[in-house]
């Protein structure tokens, strides 16, 4: 009898184990917990949405690459650009905050959003100063890069180039803060050509 006591009371303890680890795999995917997984549709952890920038003379332009961006928001502050929405096609939450290289003018910056990205012109606070980073700090960001695309060495721009800059920043002024406005052609912009090899390259990190 005590044998069979003994045998009974064993399976009672891996039963209760078996419980105990069925009750843990529970716990890990219960709904609450899938929710606060980063790409569920109800997700409520915050990500960083992938970036690239490049510098102008008057403006240093970022975009935010998210397809199908909603609840788009952003905050245009002295040192600091804010910006959060949801996208793709599992509505995952983005937010990126950037402390900045410079000063821009928050009044004089816009955005334009598209079904494949949100496009920041950010107006410099201090015009003609080129950015060799977007950050404040030295520090590499896995979500954010360089648009070498639209980079360009404006600094040894002819007298022709610079005026065709002037007319763009004026356009600029007169844009109004709508969210799908349409931005001006900038010269170089989207200029598949390969890089001169004296042109200067903004840091990597």
Known sequence: ?????????GY???GGADTELHLAAARVTSPAERERRPGHPHSTTMQPASAKWYDRRDYV???FCVEDSK?????????????SCSGGSECVKHQNEVELYQSID?????QKRTDRS?????RKKESGKSWPRLTKEKAKLNWLSVDFNNWKDWEDDSEEDMSNFDRFSEMMNNMGGDEDVDLPEVDGADDSSPDSDDEKMPDLE
């Open 1 to 9: 009898r005590s044998s069979d006591l003994r045998q009974r009371e």
């Open 61 to 63: 332009f970022v975009e």
């Open 71 to 83: 609840e788009v928001k952003i905050a245009f502050d002295e040192c600091k650009l804010t910006f």
């Open 12 to 14: 009672r303890q891996e």
């Open 118 to 122: 949100v496009l920041c012109c950010l």
């Open 106 to 110: 928050p009044n004089g910056s816009k």
